[in-house]
């Protein structure tokens, strides 16, 4: 669905979460890791991963005032190790999200709630032993 049609027909509040400002978002991930000793620099290399994005090109979408819509919208090559994130995030299990943006949203969210649970870098990446 295009972006104008998606925010015409969407009125839902989970809908609007497609608008919300990257950057706002991403200071709230750091935020959150923070107060459990991880570090901005690995919630970076997570959403890199992620996403495709360079560490260069990540610094400047801070500095800009994108939505997630876009920001994912945009990415060069979401991770093909995403089909190995699984779990729950905010009760919703995040390979049963049928819309594709939601999805990617939440396979963000599941990430940095593994990374401020502790969980070691290596794993997190679904990087084999």
Same mark, same amino acid.
């Given at each position: 669905? +295009?972006?104008?049609?998606?925010?015409?027909?969407?009125?839902?509040? @989970?809908?609007?979460? #497609? $608008?919300?400002?990257? &950057? /706002?978002?991403?200071?709230?991930?750091?935020?959150?890791?923070?107060?459990?000793?991880?570090?901005?620099?690995?919630?970076?290399?997570?959403?890199?991963?992620?996403?495709?994005?360079?560490? +260069?090109?990540?610094?400047?979408?801070?500095?800009?005032?994108?939505? @997630?819509?876009?920001? #994912? $919208?945009?990415?060069? &090559? /979401?991770?093909?190790?995403?089909?190995?994130?699984?779990?729950?995030?905010?009760?919703?299990?995040?390979?049963?999200?049928?819309?594709?943006?939601?999805?990617?949203?939440?396979?963000?969210?599941?990430?940095?709630?593994?990374?401020?649970?502790?969980?070691?870098?290596?794993?997190?990446?679904?990087?084999?032993?």
């Amino acid at each position: 669905m +295009a972006k104008a049609a998606r925010k015409k027909a969407s009125t839902s509040p @989970l809908q609007r979460v #497609f $608008a919300y400002k990257f &950057a /706002m978002i991403h200071s709230l991930y750091v935020q959150k890791v923070e107060r459990k000793n991880r570090t901005k620099k690995e919630v970076d290399e997570i959403i890199c991963w992620l996403t495709g994005y360079t560490q +260069a090109g990540l610094q400047k979408l801070l500095k800009g005032d994108k939505d @997630l819509e876009t920001f #994912f $919208a945009e990415a060069p &090559a /979401m991770n093909p190790k995403t089909r190995l994130i699984t779990g729950t995030v905010c009760g919703v299990r995040v390979e049963e999200v049928a819309d594709p943006l939601m999805r990617k949203i939440r396979y963000l969210d599941k990430l940095i709630d593994e990374l401020a649970k502790g969980r070691p870098m290596a794993k997190i990446l679904r990087q084999s032993a």
